[in-house]
């Protein structure tokens, strides 16, 4: 917990899981009594991955991907043909809401890939559809 100079308070949870609510309450206590400032309730992420809808599937130029990171740790996107070969990937770093583009340097061929995200030992995939 961190109090700021205009009388702020900033509290940091590390134990929250993505996707869920938790509330908070801001009190003190000063010569055994109780003063309560306030209540607030927050909804973590969820550690998602969706082909952005603007890219469309089939995609027919570059994938655009949108995603939510829940943590600051290093996030990885990765491009995979059905036979496991990796064809493109991106590191992403930040918490938050991301948009990544995929098959720039090398377009793939027609057909069907595997688009992954991994982060802090967690990983999210989901199938897309190139057509040239």
Excluded: C, W
């Excluded at 055994?32 to 607030?40: F, K, Q, T």
């Excluded at 603007?54 to 990171?69: D, E, F, H, I, K």
């Excluded at 491009?79 to 496991?84: A, K, N």
């Excluded at 770093?93 to 030992?121: E, F, K, M, N």
Aim: aromatic share 6%; charged share 20%.
């Amino acid at each position: 917990v961190a109090i700021g100079a205009e009388g702020t308070v900033r509290l940091e949870d590390r134990g929250v899981s993505a996707g869920q609510r938790y509330g908070y309450r801001v009190g003190t206590t000063f010569q055994g009594a109780d003063h309560l400032y306030g209540e607030v309730e927050v909804e973590t992420p969820l550690f998602s991955l969706r082909v952005a809808p603007a890219a469309g599937n089939p995609v027919r130029q570059n994938l655009s991907l949108s995603m939510t990171l829940p943590s600051t740790e290093p996030a990885r996107v990765e491009l995979f043909d059905m036979r496991g070969r990796r064809l493109d990937s991106v590191n992403v770093l930040g918490q938050g809401r991301h948009i990544v583009t995929l098959g720039v340097s090398r377009p793939p061929a027609s057909g069907i890939y595997i688009v992954r995200l991994s982060q802090g030992g967690r990983t999210a995939s989901s199938k897309v559809a190139f057509l040239r």
